[in-house]
T-cell receptor, first 117, second 111 residues
Framework: DAGVIQSPRHEVTEMGQEVTLRCKPI?????LFWYRQTMMRGLELLIY????????DSGMPEDRFSAKMPNASFSTLKIQPSEPRDSAVYFC???????????????FGNGTRLTVT | GQQVMQIPQYQHVQEGEDFTTYCNSS?????IQWYKQRPGGHPVFLIQ???SGEVKKQKRLTFQFGEAKKNSSLHITATQTTDVGTYFC???????????WGAGTKLIIKP
């Protein structure tokens, strides 16, 4: 299995530009997560999908952030307009089944390092 | 709010010395998971503990889950350069599904 695939690996953009991050989860995994990692705040959950439906988006910072999962094999995280404080590493992760009292382990992609100047 | 405290933030050791990181949760957890993130890499799942008082070993790594299911530890015996990275604990509280992450402990091998 190829694992969780994210693209691009690196993204450098200017403030105000739109940024789109992409993720392909592991085949057969029903749950998908977008995380953001910074030195200051550590790993933050942005949004959680189960069976392509957003279940919890309470971690999305503000309206500039949006995420979609049009099908079981693809998800996007969009930032419009981007700001320097959005600079971080964005990880996508997937796992089997819905989350519950017994959680399956998360499989992370390699991440997208976003720099907004 | 619910949180998991992980200490220490950093630990510098000589190669061959032992390393331990501790996690303490403000609430009872359904299970505890441990992940390792190499520098520049992504978190990689190591192990999951479910039962109260559970102890599991992976070669030189020993994982423990407390009796009250609120604390956990990871101990590495005789560290090697390949152990370098940040170790995270994470667990879901019984009342919620969402994983609560510790801040991580960075293992640094002194030259």
């Amino acid at each position: 299995d190829a694992g969780v695939i994210q693209s691009p690996r690196h993204e450098v953009t200017e403030m105000g530009q739109e940024v789109t991050l992409r993720c392909k989860p592991i085949s057969g995994h029903n749950s998908l997560f977008w995380y953001r990692q910074t030195m200051m705040r550590g790993l933050e959950l942005l949004i959680y999908f189960n069976n392509n439906v957003p279940i919890d988006d309470s971690g999305m910072p503000e309206d500039r952030f949006s995420a979609k999962m049009p099908n079981a094999s693809f998800s996007t995280l969009k930032i419009q307009p981007s700001e320097p404080r959005d600079s971080a590493v964005y990880f996508c992760a997937s796992t089997e089944g819905p989350l519950g009292s017994y959680n399956s382990p998360l499989h992370f992609g390699n991440g997208t390092r976003l720099t907004v100047t | 709010g619910q949180q998991v405290m992980q200490i220490p933030q950093y630990q510098h050791v000589q190669e061959g010395e032992d390393f331990t990181t501790y996690c303490n949760s403000s609430t009872t957890l359904s299970n505890i998971q441990w992940y390792k993130q190499r520098p520049g890499g992504h978190p990689v799942f190591l192990i999951q503990l479910v039962k109260s008082g559970e102890v599991k070993k992976q070669k030189r790594l020993t994982f423990q889950f407390g009796e009250a299911k609120k604390n956990s530890s990871l101990h590495i015996t005789a560290t090697q350069t390949t152990d370098v990275g940040t170790y995270f604990c994470a667990g879901p509280p019984r009342s919620n599904y969402q994983l609560i992450w510790g801040a991580g402990t960075k293992l640094i091998i002194k030259p």
